[in-house]
């Protein structure tokens, strides 16, 4: 499965900024089951400084500085990614939910030691008793672990409102359980509190997912946003990507960019500017299969 | 006993410690094997005794004196206590034998090199985890493991570590390590300060040589700071980043930094560019190669490190990572100050150093380990049954902070079954402590000698990488706190209350003399410093505009209560209604009271100058005025002198009397105005004249020239109110008025000498107008304003004139070539035709020349602040609030289910 994506950012400032620090995780990451084949990263205007690096989590981030007077700043990101995804494991055969917590635990391989740095709160991530019991019951002694977080995925996306107007990026994971409502990020970070309440490990990531247009329309240019999930870890086989925004298991339509604890470790675009007034900010992503 | 100093043995009445052996029992090896006083401590209580106590007490206030006089205070700048606590010195020195230094030094210099490996483990190959030497929760669950600083430093990059490590000393005599300071220390000023007052105070113990001197400490600290410069240049831009006068520790940054000869900036000083660090100076960007920092790691930059507040500097992050600057201590040493680690430590060293621990720490127990957490759980147990059980004090296994610190002795039974909860449900995220005892010291208080517990903040450096190799430094000498509360946490916290002592680490050898001189004599270059920051200058530019327009207001007030308070009836005091006129032009009583036929209520006045002088919601108020004299002076204290500093105190107490008066005392008033324009004429003295004739110099009196040249224009106007009014006054209203003019401009006497008694208004406003010898005149003012801006940065190689030198100039030429006589007449109709219309020209000149200075110099380089817009006396205030570096939000995950 082959795409292109486009991915822009715009923000047009109501004064001239002068200066702009930012920091970008907009490359796809490589991993087994994705390939980048193309990747470039355009900015306008031109960078001072431009610099890639990986980052703790092994996501490539880039740094910039923007240093001339600008009223626009756009960020373009192309990149051609092929995915190759291996077969999806059968949930009811996964390991009972108690050996993850020991496994990661005891950290015996270096991928569950990696693992274990994701069972505890991180910045935007608390952990609560009151998420340990909404997801409780999806957890009985012996449940296989990828079932019950399927379970957990489904349960969100039945019991909570898509509603980009009831939160923002800086909404409490607290705020948006309460309210049931929110965006793919706000569900991804709630089912990550879940499972890190009981003690699992779960990871935050971000990237784009390509949809179909309803039959008979024609896709709409730019009319999709970035996109958020989450994954579980299980010991042996790996992480396991869950949508609770569409209740599916991402197979061939999700491209992940980076993964970190949360939003924080993994915001596409952020940055600090002088000057500039209020800012609009508009995001533009057309992800394309070529195959 | 005429010359105590030459007098050794402790027999003289008064003896400072009649029981020496009793008074130090407290704190270990002070008898020697044979029940003999050992010698660091025989030598010092000779000398002790041989002062007696009333010299000593004599040399102890002279030392607090001394203290005061240099400001040292902890929380110099407390908005909310209002005044400075001052920083406590024991007179009696902590003497410490050469055989306990040899130990200290020894565990200290070990235990740092045990830092700096694990820093550069936990942020680059992680071995320590992987391994199982730390367990990966207290890496993984640490809010202080800031991942943002993995692999910063890479390669051959040098980085300087600066730690504190504080200590007790148990009744047993052994010691224990309670905590290290590892992101940016505070302390090392204050032990400087400690021991520079206490050998001005006892010459003679240092005069014979014994006791270790801390100069090359700190001359270490300046070598290492210069060849962690990546630039390579032979003397590398170092700056101190300060956190700013509202940081408890401000004195001992602004001390330190001039001690060490570095320059002391704020975050809103520095700016990144490109991949490199800029100081924004009035001259322009003046590249940067050093920080020594003493703000915390996620206050460094808020790109990185997520904060909203935009706090902090950003892209430093970056900068440091592309080796463009060198930040000491290196980003992310706050993770080696969790106290989670300190179980672990003992086996950390054996693998990292291969050395056995030669300082323990208090013991302590994590309770992510199950026999820790079992015990823990059990010793809460026995103390819940009302058993006898150890003495713990439970903490953060992650934070140092000391309010998280709890002692189980002192919880209800609720409180520990609710500890009891929280450790089950999070174990690694705590730890217990023994709660220790430290040892006594002897210390002076009120005449006599008390015993107080004692801790102790030793201060160590070590370098690492290019032209450091990786020596460690540890400083010969010691902070040590001193509280009748043997809580070792409170007394090892940066807020720590209670008193101080000077540490004498004793040495065999004899002690060579070394000061802090060196590298600057031998490439001493001339600075010059049109490397002002912007921020500063801004700040002495407002300081000088606040101190004149109070002195102003003082000036007007005065009058006014002066003539309030005496016999005569107030509708007879002809000039009355004009000071009325200038007050209100001032804006700090109501229009209508200036009405030319408003009725002189006595109430209604005192009323409204109760308002002048007390209000704080009225902008131009004394209180106000005096408020905003305070906090720019504070935000420059580092460019004051120790005099004026001393000075503004003395303004805080009057300050706080115009707070603590009763309403409606005019009597009381008109003596604190009196007094007050007194304090801040010496201020402003004292300030300026302090100064060097540098940049720092030039704004403040810019400032100062700006106002007072308002001021003069604005009695000028209020004396001449409308035309009808200048036609209606006969001369004998005129000329009280202008005696009144002449009294509030400060200009009675160089009139009266010159003139004689005869008042006319010619000569009076050729006086505080056109003349350039009354330093009170408006054409002295600009003659001063114009050598100001020919002398500001890049305009001296400038083909053309600026746009403040043209200012300067056209208002200058309009002075020098007005004729009084022709000035003066009248037209027809009666009216100054010629006056209204300069005053006004010149006040709208002042205000552009005021604009235009803040423009060119103090906004240029994009500075976070925005221009301030001179006169409007909100626009100070609102600036802040105005543009500066923002975060922006990202834009979220927000994909839309089709």
Redesign the interface.
Known sequence: MKYQVSHI?R?QYRETA??????LFLTPRQTPAQRCTDHTLTLSPPP??M?R?T???GNGVT?T?V?VPHALFEITARSRVELHPPPAPVPEQTAPWEQVIAAVRR?GT?ED?DA??Y???S?MIPVSEDMARWAGDLFPPGEPFLRGASRLMERIFTRFT?D?GAT???TPVAAAFELKRG???DF?HIAIACLRSLGLPARYV?GY?H?Q??PGKDRLKGA?????WFAVFLPGTGWVDLDP??NVMPFDQHLTLAWGRD???V???????????R?Q?S?AVDVIRTD | MDDPEDSTEPVFPGAVLTDPVSAAAGCGDVLTPENQLSPHWQGLVSYLNGLGSPELERRWQKARRMMHEHGAAYNVFDEKEGTARQWELDPIPYPVSPETWALLEKGVSQRTRLLTAMYDDIYGPQTL??NGHIP??L???N?RFL??C??LYTGSAATLSFYATHLCRGGDGTWQVISHGTQAPSGAGYALENRIILSRIFPRMFHAGKVMRLAPFFKYLSHCLMAISASGKREPAIVMLSSGPASPTYFEQVFLSRYLGVTLVESSDL?????AVFLKTLGGLSPVDVILRRIPDMSCD???F?K?S?AGI??LV?AV??GGVAVSNPLGSTVLETPGFVPFLPGICRVLLGEEMVLPNVSTRWCGRPEDRAFVTDCLEKSMAGNDAQPLMITSAFDTDHETAVDIRTLTRGEKAQLAARITSAPHAHVAMEAVSPCTLPVWEKGAIKQRHAVHCLFSIAGSGTGLGSEVSVMPGALTRVSDNPDIFLMSSPDARGGSKDTWCFSHEPVRFESMMHHFTDSMEIHRDSDLSSRVADNMLWLGRYVERTEGVLRVLRSVLNRLNSETRLDIIQEFPFLLRVMASLEIVSSPLADPDAAYDIKTIETELMTAMFSSSLPGSLRNLLHHVKRVAASVRDRLSNDSWHVLGRMELDLARVFSQKKNQISDAQELVSEMILTISAFAGLALESMTRGMGWRFMDMGRRLERSNYTITLLQSLFPSREKAVRSGTTSLSHDLEALLEVADSTITYHTRYRTILRKEPIVDLLLLDELNPRSTGFQMARLSEHVEALPGNTLHPFRTKEEKITLDLTTQLRLTDISHLMEMNPAGELSRLYPLLKRLKKGIQALGDQITQHYLSRI?T?QQMRISLDKEAFDDAAAL????????????????
Not at chain 2, 271 to 275: A, H, I, K, M, Q
Not at chain 2, 883 to 898: F, L
């Open positions: 950012t923000y002068s200066l702009s620090h930012n920091e001072a400084a610099s690096r980052d703790y989590f740094a500085t240093q950290h270096p030691l274990f740095q069972v505890f709160p910045p898509y980009p923002s990026t800086t965006v793919c990020q991804a971000s997912l949809t247009p309803p999709e946003a970035s996109h958020a925004t569409n939003y924080s470790d915001t596409p675009v952020k940055g600090t500017v002088l000057g500039g007034g800012h900010l995001v | 985890i992987r990966p929760e890496l993984f669950a809010p991942r943002q993995h692999d700016t990144v560019r490109g991949d808020p790109l990185v997520n909203p935009a950003a892209g970056q990572r592309a994009e976070e543009e500066g570096i923002r975060v922006k939000p990202g834009p979220r995950h927000g994909w839309q289910a089709p």
